[in-house]
């Protein structure tokens, strides 16, 4: 177990202690609460509380910072469901977890969304790996939930990958920019599926499925708003991981009349590792994808890479610990603001170690937590928010967590 790093530096200068609370998942069932210290060049991440109540498979972590709200989902790999577990936050020194409510849902529930409707009403959607998305009703102050919609998908035929794609596979909801829709990436049919959501019930209706490529594999997905650039209002652009041809993907968004969907039309496609010239495992299953700003303008896309591992000398965080740490990759591509959503590669550098399921960025953009599942591990990293370049080693991480799936900050 590591908690603790000290930067390489050529002058350490004093400074305020900084410190922000972390939220991490683990497949294990617990989650814990870490808290990360900055003073000066030294990072320090700490282990404050754990608990096993979204047992015995925690997938996935959603939080809501201004209601103290915090949701897990356990995709129940032992049994016939998942679950739904809801908290309050305290907040004491330690960030513990007050248990609200435990229930049974469909199984396999891997991610999630918030949206809110009139007066503050709130649902959370989430998508279920078993085929299905469904649709719970919140009280912001309590944390309580109610089941609200189910909508169960079926395909005709398996995918081109059929140990992969012989049914559907839901990964992930998104609600876009002007809140009216809900996009949900499925792995197995290969189609982005849209709801359209009532302004005033909240509930969805389904729209026209949006086809990928055969065989592409759609996991996640992210919006990005163009900037306006002399007298050319900006575009909305929606980026396209995709799990099995390892790739991203980016389509210019277009909106139907009455409520009627919306259009998505491919006009780039990179590898997810970026750079051709990288020799690159065939079995690279690329998991999450972020948008990030760099500082005065232009943005980038951070795209976690798991079971190719391209780096064998990673600087180990513990200071006590000199071994070196064997690791997958995090690409980033770059946005110029004056390029019409284009993207190209621009950086390949380490996770922190082994099958990056899952990472975040703090609202700053100047530090991003990594979740390794089969590391167990947690990995802090730095990047510049003027030009979007991450550290190659890590300044913080814990190890000993078990299948890391999912974490939140908490700021």
């Known amino acids: 177990m590591f908690t603790s790093l000290t930067l390489a530096a050529l002058v350490a200068t004093a400074s305020t202690v900084s410190a922000t609370r972390l939220y991490v998942s683990s497949y294990t069932g617990n989650i814990t609460t870490f808290n990360l210290t900055h003073t000066g060049t030294n990072y320090s991440l700490a282990r404050l509380d754990a608990t096993n109540a979204c047992a015995p498979n925690a997938s996935w972590l959603q939080i809501d910072v201004k209601k103290r709200n915090l949701f897990c989902l356990d995709e129940g790999m032992i049994g016939p469901n998942g679950s739904l577990t809801s908290f309050k936050i305290n907040d004491d020194k330690t960030g513990s977890l007050k248990l609200v409510k435990h229930a049974s849902i469909p199984a396999a529930p891997v991610n999630s969304a918030i949206y809110t409707g009139p007066n503050g009403t709130q649902l959370m959607a989430v998508a279920h790996y078993t085929t299905a998305l469904t649709t719970y009703t919140l009280n912001p102050t309590t944390a309580e ?8 998908f079926t395909m005709l035929k398996p995918g081109p990958l059929a140990e992969r794609q012989a049914k559907p ?3 992930q909801v998104i609600i876009d920019p002007t809140n009216k829709y809900m996009l949900v990436p499925d792995l197995g049919a290969d189609l982005i599926r849209v709801f359209y959501i009532d302004p005033q019930t909240l509930r969805l209706s389904e729209r026209s499925s949006i086809a990928v490529k055969p065989g592409s594999g759609p996991r996640h997905g992210i919006f990005h708003l163009g900037r306006r650039i002399a007298n050319q209002k900006g ?3 929606y980026y396209l991981l995709n799990e099995i041809a390892s790739t991203v993907m980016g389509f210019n968004v277009t909106y139907r009349p009455d409520n009627g969907g919306l259009a998505l039309t491919l006009f780039n496609e990179i590898r997810a590792y970026g750079n051709a010239r990288v020799a690159i495992a065939s079995g690279n299953a690329p998991a999450e994808i972020a948008l990030a700003n760099i500082k005065g303008g232009g943005s980038q896309l951070i795209v976690s890479n798991r079971n190719a591992t391209l780096f064998s000398s990673v600087k180990n965080p513990d200071p006590a610990n000199s071994t070196a740490i064997v690791s997958d990759s995090m690409a980033t591509f770059s ?3 004056n390029k019409n959503g284009s993207f190209e590669f621009s950086q390949l550098t380490p996770a922190g170690g082994l099958y990056p399921r899952h990472f975040r960025l703090n609202r700053r953009g100047d ?3 990594v979740g390794l599942q089969l590391s167990g591990r947690v990995a ?3 990047r510049c928010i003027e030009t979007g370049v ?3 080693d890590p300044v ?3 190890e000993g967590l078990g299948g890391v799936s999912s974490l939140v900050w908490d700021e």
């Open 390 to 392: 991450i550290d190659q």
């Open 235 to 237: 575009g909305t652009y």
């Open 396 to 398: 913080a991480g814990f």
């Open 145 to 152: 939930f109610t089941p609200f919609e189910t909508f169960n």
């Open 335 to 337: 946005l110029p603001a």
């Open 169 to 171: 596979h839901p990964h």
């Open 380 to 382: 802090i990293y730095r």
């Open 367 to 369: 530090l991003m937590a």
